[in-house]
């Protein structure tokens, strides 16, 4: 059984220019949760997705979206990228009936 | 609004018991969870217990839930040195798919 990934690994991008970040589901799992991770605190909501709609949203802009993909794979976007977007962003894959959520490893993204 | 609040430090000797403490102010919480991340990694889900138990126990990991006072606790028998780690408790209230988590205790444990 293959956990979550997320590509890349590191990631190192200019203020005001735009991010993809991907995840890959465990096998089985129909939902997708991303959280941001800012250095020394827990993470937080961004959104979920579930059968390719969006199924939630925390207290984050519009300029961060995020698409499902009929295998449950799912991208992260982020637009006109701010300092403050540097963070670690992890995706989460589980059953939408489970309370098992499962983490990948993370994308850290540095924002200069 | 929910906030989930953890302490920040916990130093133990190898061996030992750990004791980890939670509080959480939302009283319609449903889920709470224990997670474990080590360094540059993501996060691992330990255990998590339903608003409607008091204890749930997985080999040498104990939670207890005290709902009334809203606080949560992780003990860890025989502390490892792998168990070195920061650990976030996090809640889910009804109707919710967000995990609201607290900002991590980082257990460091000495040999």
């Known amino acids: 059984e293959t956990g979550v990934t997320q590509s890349p690994t590191h990631l190192i991008k200019t203020r005001g220019q735009q991010v993809t970040l991907r995840c890959s589901s465990q096998?089985?799992?129909?939902?997708v949760s991303w959280y941001q991770q800012a250095l020394g605190q827990g993470p937080q909501f961004i959104f979920q997705?579930?059968?390719?709609?969006?199924?939630g949203r925390g207290n984050f802009p519009p300029r961060f979206s995020g698409l499902q993909f009929p295998n449950y794979s799912s991208e992260l976007n982020v637009n006109a990228l701010e300092l403050d977007d540097s963070a670690l962003y992890l995706c989460?894959?589980?059953?939408?009936?489970?309370?098992?959520?499962?983490f990948g490893p993370g994308t850290r993204l540095t924002v200069t | 609004g929910e906030d989930v609040e953890q302490s920040l430090f916990l130093s133990v000797r190898e061996g030992d018991s750990s004791v980890i403490n939670c509080t959480y102010t939302?009283?319609?919480?449903?889920?709470l969870y224990w997670y474990k991340q080590e360094p540059g990694a993501g996060l691992q889900l330990l255990t998590y217990?339903?608003?409607?138990?008091d204890m749930k126990q997985d080999q040498r990991l104990t939670v207890l839930l005290n709902k009334k006072d809203k606080h949560l606790s992780l003990r860890i028998a025989d502390t490892q040195t792998g168990d070195s780690a920061i650990y976030f408790c996090?809640?889910?209230?009804?109707?919710?798919?967000?995990?609201?988590f607290g900002s991590g205790t980082r257990l460091q444990v000495q040999p």
């Open positions: 989460a894959s589980s059953l939408f009936s489970s309370e098992e959520q499962y």
């Open positions: 096998s089985g799992h129909n939902t």
């Open positions: 997705y579930y059968r390719e709609e969006e199924n």
């Open positions: 939302d009283s319609s919480s449903t889920y």
């Open positions: 217990i339903f608003s409607n138990m």
């Open positions: 996090a809640e889910r209230a009804p109707g919710r798919r967000a995990l609201t």
